[in-house]
């Protein structure tokens, strides 16, 4: 008799019934239950889920600026927008009535860049300070340009220019993004004329 009943259970509860019945163990926190150990210490219940009490554990899901990391702490390449500032040559970025009649203004890369939006600021001093700022663009040797007219600077670099947008050439490490600078006039006396000059642009990182 007894015999008989542990048969009809094994064949009720098998593997094939158990895994449907018993299944859903591959909850966050759940883990492998010994054979039978759940379903005999129910007496014979045949239950949905992990045991009551294994809690579900909710993740929350990490922030989309985390993403495209190979570790935790190391990125895998990416690109971003950054501001590149520039140095002038002459060490002032003055402009005065004895000169300098030419200040370059350098930009020394590390990394991969490609500079897009040119941020210009001038502070002028003395009635005669009037003399615009014409410049050129230079990756490298390279004029990027359509002509080797110098630009107005001042309009470009405006902080409130629209449309001013610009896709210089990528600049590899190593290579210098130059701008050379020349007033339209120079200023008298003890007047002067400084500048500011710096980019926004994409970098690898």
């Known amino acids: 008799m007894g015999s008989t009943v542990y048969e ?4 009720v509860m098998g593997d094939d019934v158990e895994g449907d019945v018993l299944g859903e163990y591959d909850e966050v926190g759940a883990g492998p239950q010994p054979r039978g150990g759940w379903r005999h210490a129910r007496g014979m219940q045949m239950r949905s ?3 009551p ?3 579900r ?13 190979a570790a935790p702490g190391v990125m895998l390449p990416d690109e ?4 590149l500032g520039m ?3 002459d060490g002032t970025g003055t402009f005065l009535s004895t000169g300098p009649t030419k200040i370059t203004w350098i930009g020394r890369l590390q990394k991969p860049y490609r500079a897009e939006r040119l941020l210009v600021s001038t502070v002028r001093d003395g009635t005669t300070a009037t003399g615009r700022l014409l410049g050129q663009f230079f990756v490298g040797v390279d004029l990027n340009m359509a002509t080797i007219q110098g630009v107005d600077i001042e309009l470009f670099g405006n902080p409130t220019a629209f449309g001013t947008r610009m896709t210089l050439l990528q600049a590899p490490p190593g290579v210098e993004i130059q701008v050379p600078v020349t007033p339209s006039a120079l200023p008298a006396a003890s007047d002067s004329i400084f500048a500011s000059i710096s980019w926004a642009g994409r970098i690898i990182h």
């Open 8 to 11: 009809v259970v094994g064949d």
């Open 49 to 51: 889920g992990p045991p």
């Open 87 to 89: 140095v002038p040559d």
């Open 80 to 83: 971003g927008m950054v501001p």
């Open 53 to 55: 009490n294994q809690q």
């Open 57 to 69: 554990v909710l993740i929350a899901k990490k922030p989309n600026w985390r993403d495209g990391q």
